[in-house]
Each structure stands twice: as structure tokens, then as C-alpha cells.
């Protein structure tokens, strides 16, 4: 069973149907229990960094993430679920999980429009089972303001460029997470969706 955590993100339906289309077993909840006995976890969200990590503190969630990580279970964030693994956002001067050492920084205003909003593509910098099996070309749906910026370049899976080159998908053991939505960018999305099902945390 996968566990969708439940921190009253926007998108949790979302990826709950993209799962069920795949004909996986899923369940969007906040229970520590389940969320520890799940095989794999999906960390979604949209939203502020601030009242989200207000949220997920209230419920308890930080600790049971700790507690995921921890244990290796494959572990997925999306979007927001992205930039709050990190250890700070630039969004309400958030304090996140720190998962992953760097922080969630504010797109600059470069010419593009803010939020960076539509369909992009990848360009891979690291071999990780999650992205395999896509096409080159292929492209993913984003909406956000804010980008993450991790620490260590050893934990950028691959990157995208909207006026700057930023970090689109990170990875570190167990853990990986896309900035944009896999849920919401068609087949190739699903095909994540579909690695993520399969992986068994190790990169």
C-alpha cells in the first residue's frame, strides 16, 4: 500500500486518482500506523511553506517523516512536499524538515512570469530509477513561486530552466521529490508515478 500523507494539502485527490489509475492500492491518510506500515509514502502538498509546516507540526507529521526516512521506506514529495524536506524556505521564513540540507528560495524576476506556471522539460543529471523509461523531450506540469536550492549538487537529480536553471527533482537514499506534479502531467508523469511503485529506495 502506498500512504498519500494527509496534511490537508490541495493535490491529495489528484494523486490518489493517477495511483488508482495505475491500479495501485493507496490511501490518503495521517495515521502514524499506517504511514509507518505503508511500502511506500507520498509526501504532496501546495500551498505556503509557513502554514503548511504549521499544519503538518499540529498533526505530528514531521516526526512520522523522520520516522519514514529512517526506516528507508521509498519516499516520494511532490511540489511543496518538495521544498519542505529542505531544511528552510524563503516563503513566511519557514523552518522545514531538513531532510535534505538547502532551502526553498524565491524565483528571481528575470523577465518570466512568477509564479512559474505550465509545462517544461528535465534535463537528468543523475541515473535514478524513478526517471527511467522517459522520453528526453517529455514534459511536466509546474506551478510555483519558489524553487529548491539543496545544499549539496550530489543531491540534484535533475534540473530545469524557467530564467534560471533550478534543482526539478532531488535524491538521496530513500528519498527523491519533483518540484512539478507527476499527477498532473500526463503519461509521463504516470510513468513516475509507475517507477516510484516499483523502487525500492536505493538509488
Same mark, same amino acid.
Given at each position: 500500500?502506498?500512504?498519500?500523507?494527509?496534511?490537508?494539502?490541495?493535490?491529495?485527490?489528484?494523486?490518489?486518482?493517477?495511483?488508482?489509475?495505475?491500479?495501485?492500492?493507496?490511501?490518503?491518510?495521517?495515521?502514524?500506523?499506517?504511514?509507518?506500515?505503508?511500502?511506500?509514502?507520498?509526501?504532496?502538498?501546495?500551498?505556503?511553506?509557513?502554514?503548511?509546516?504549521?499544519?503538518?507540526?499540529?498533526?505530528?507529521?514531521?516526526?512520522?517523516?523522520?520516522?519514514?526516512?529512517?526506516?528507508?521506506?521509498?519516499?516520494?514529495?511532490?511540489?511543496? +512536499?518538495?521544498? !519542505?524536506?529542505?531544511?528552510?524556505?524563503?516563503?513566511?521564513? $519557514?523552518?522545514? @524538515? #531538513?531532510?535534505?540540507?538547502?532551502? =526553498?528560495?524565491?524565483?528571481?524576476?528575470?523577465?518570466?512570469?512568477?509564479?512559474?506556471?505550465?509545462?517544461?522539460?528535465?534535463?537528468?543529471?543523475?541515473?535514478?530509477?524513478?526517471?527511467?523509461?522517459?522520453?528526453?523531450?517529455?514534459?511536466?506540469?509546474?506551478?510555483?513561486?519558489?524553487?529548491?536550492?539543496?545544499?549539496?549538487? +550530489?543531491?540534484? !537529480?535533475?534540473?530545469?530552466?524557467?530564467?534560471?536553471?533550478? $534543482?526539478?527533482? @532531488? #535524491?538521496?537514499?530513500?528519498?527523491? =521529490?519533483?518540484?512539478?506534479?507527476?499527477?498532473?502531467?500526463?503519461?509521463?508523469?504516470?510513468?513516475?508515478?509507475?517507477?516510484?511503485?516499483?523502487?525500492?529506495?536505493?538509488?
Amino acid at each position: 500500500m502506498i500512504a498519500i500523507i494527509d496534511y490537508n494539502a490541495g493535490n491529495l485527490r489528484s494523486v490518489e486518482r493517477a495511483l488508482r489509475h495505475l491500479g495501485l492500492e493507496c490511501r490518503i491518510t495521517r495515521d502514524r500506523s499506517e504511514i509507518l506500515a505503508a511500502e511506500r509514502v507520498i509526501f504532496p502538498g501546495v500551498g505556503a511553506a509557513g502554514r503548511a509546516m504549521d499544519t503538518i507540526i499540529a498533526y505530528g507529521i514531521d516526526t512520522v517523516i523522520g520516522e519514514v526516512v529512517e526506516l528507508k521506506t521509498p519516499f516520494l514529495g511532490i511540489c511543496l +512536499g518538495t521544498q !519542505i524536506i529542505l531544511e528552510k524556505s524563503e516563503e513566511d521564513s $519557514a523552518q522545514c @524538515l #531538513g531532510i535534505i540540507g538547502g532551502m =526553498a528560495r524565491k524565483f528571481p524576476r528575470m523577465g518570466e512570469k512568477i509564479p512559474h506556471m505550465g509545462w517544461n522539460t528535465l534535463k537528468v543529471r543523475a541515473d535514478h530509477p524513478v526517471l527511467r523509461g522517459l522520453d528526453p523531450d517529455a514534459q511536466f506540469y509546474f506551478v510555483h513561486s519558489y524553487y529548491p536550492d539543496p545544499s549539496e549538487k +550530489g543531491d540534484v !537529480i535533475a534540473e530545469t530552466f524557467y530564467g534560471i536553471s533550478f $534543482a526539478s527533482v @532531488l #535524491g538521496r537514499g530513500n528519498v527523491v =521529490a519533483t518540484q512539478f506534479h507527476p499527477e498532473k502531467s500526463g503519461r509521463p508523469g504516470l510513468k513516475i508515478l509507475e517507477n516510484f511503485s516499483r523502487w525500492n529506495g536505493k538509488m
